[in-house]
């Protein structure tokens, strides 16, 4: 039986454009590449990895790929509630502090060890994570400060703590962008006293 050439040819072509549609969609489906602004993360075979700019191979079954943003998140940290802070002098003082932070470029896995990547309650449990860390770090700077001083120059004060705070605190992958202080205040609040 004769076959005509062309369809050869032409089967020839069909089965070369398929195969290249198949590894384009094979290679857009397994190298994942960030968009501005955010990482992938990938978890599963080989440990953690993670891309801000290239491509990064997320192989189905054997990975998974979260995004991270590299956005700033507000995190209340409660301490006027719970704890009293101790200056150099004796004086006691309680405060509020907020923090901006946003995840260090060199800090995604321990950031995404330590925290997670699922954005429901991201700045609860940043704040659960940093909490002590900041806490023990806030006691240790105060305990070198004179409590007036440090009510008069607030600004100074807060400058002091972002600092401190980088240099003597484990962030988890965090880096402070901003650091506000409220309710600063001698003494332990009402509250505090009818609780004990």
């Avoid at 501005?36 to 700019?53: C, D, F």
């Avoid at 704040?127 to 305990?143: N, Q």
């Avoid at 703590?161 to 309710?183: N, R």
Wanted: aromatic share 8%; with cysteine.
């Amino acid at each position: 039986m004769l076959t005509n050439p062309l369809f050869g040819f032409i089967s020839t072509r069909k089965i070369i454009a398929a195969s290249i549609a198949i590894i384009a969609f094979v290679v857009l489906k397994v190298f994942k590449k960030p968009k501005s602004g955010t990482a992938i993360v990938r978890s599963g075979l080989g440990g953690l990895k993670y891309s801000t700019t290239g491509r990064i191979i997320v192989l189905p079954f054997f990975h998974r790929a979260d995004v991270l943003s590299m956005d700033s998140w507000n995190v209340r940290i409660p301490f006027v509630l719970a704890d009293e802070i101790r200056f150099f002098d004796g004086d006691l003082a309680t405060m509020k502090l907020e923090v901006i932070v946003t995840p260090s470029e060199s800090g995604i896995l321990d950031f995404a060890e330590s925290v997670g990547l699922n954005k429901a309650g991201m700045e609860d449990r940043i704040a659960d994570v940093i909490y002590k860390e900041v806490l023990d770090a806030l006691r240790k700077l105060c305990g070198e400060l004179i409590l007036n001083e440090s009510l008069h120059n607030v600004a100074g004060f807060t400058n002091g703590m972002v600092d401190y705070f980088t240099e003597h605190c484990d962030l988890h992958g965090l880096e402070i962008h901003k650091l506000t202080v409220s309710d600063f205040q001698s003494g332990v609040p009402p509250t505090m006293n009818d609780q004990t």
